[in-house]
């Protein structure tokens, strides 16, 4: 099931989500319904709070990249209860992000090459590694989902400024894009 994606000035996008239990009823139809939302919306990551759950579930899909790094191919993955655990400051990258829940908006934001996480994977098995590349980038834009943060808090005073008036639309419902949305009213 397409579910709407909250937009932001919704306040569930600025809550700290909660780890859920292991016996979460209807896990697997949850985490089904948020990878057919982000396939629709075109996204390659969706966290629940993005669908209006405070709640520490994240999707990934990299396999739209799999032309260019075929390591991705068939790279669709669920992260339950996921945390960032340490990054590697001594390697960052500055590139253009894009958010579901930010119809519209792109801007460069810096962040580590390289982070170490721990979650649970769809099967529950626990998972404590390093991770690097373009995926590193989308964990910590999915997991900062997960903290109540979006990626234009990490914008210079500057940047948010040239962006405040397309915020100001978003917050106030005057959204206009190809995907099921839900803006405060």
């Known amino acids: ?27 697997k139809e949850l985490i ?14 969706l966290a629940a709070p993005q669908i209006g759950l405070s709640i520490r ?18 790279f669709n993955h669920a992260y339950i209860n996921p945390h960032i655990i340490e990054f590697d400051e001594s390697d960052t990258e500055v590139m253009e992000e894009g958010c579901l829940s930010l119809p519209g908006i792109h801007e460069p934001v810096r962040r580590a090459k390289r ?12 998972h404590d590694e390093w991770v690097d590349g373009y995926l590193a980038r989308v964990m910590q834009h999915e997991f900062d989902h997960l903290e109540g943060i979006v990626f234009t808090d990490k914008l210079s005073p500057l940047r948010k400024q040239l962006i405040k008036k397309k915020m100001q639309q978003l917050r106030s419902g005057k959204i206009s894009c190809a995907y099921k949305v839900k803006p405060l009213k």
């Open 1 to 27: 099931m397409i579910l709407p994606i909250y937009t932001i000035g919704q306040p569930v996008l600025r809550k700290k989500a909660e780890d859920i239990p292991l016996d979460y009823p209807n896990l």
């Open 115 to 126: 982070i170490r996480v721990q979650y649970l994977d769809e099967n529950l098995k626990e």
């Open 32 to 45: 089904d319904n948020m990878f057919e939302t982000m396939y629709k919306s075109d996204g390659v990551g």
């Open 57 to 74: 579930v994240v999707v990934i899909t990299l396999d739209v990249l799999r032309d260019e790094f075929p390591e991705y191919a068939d």
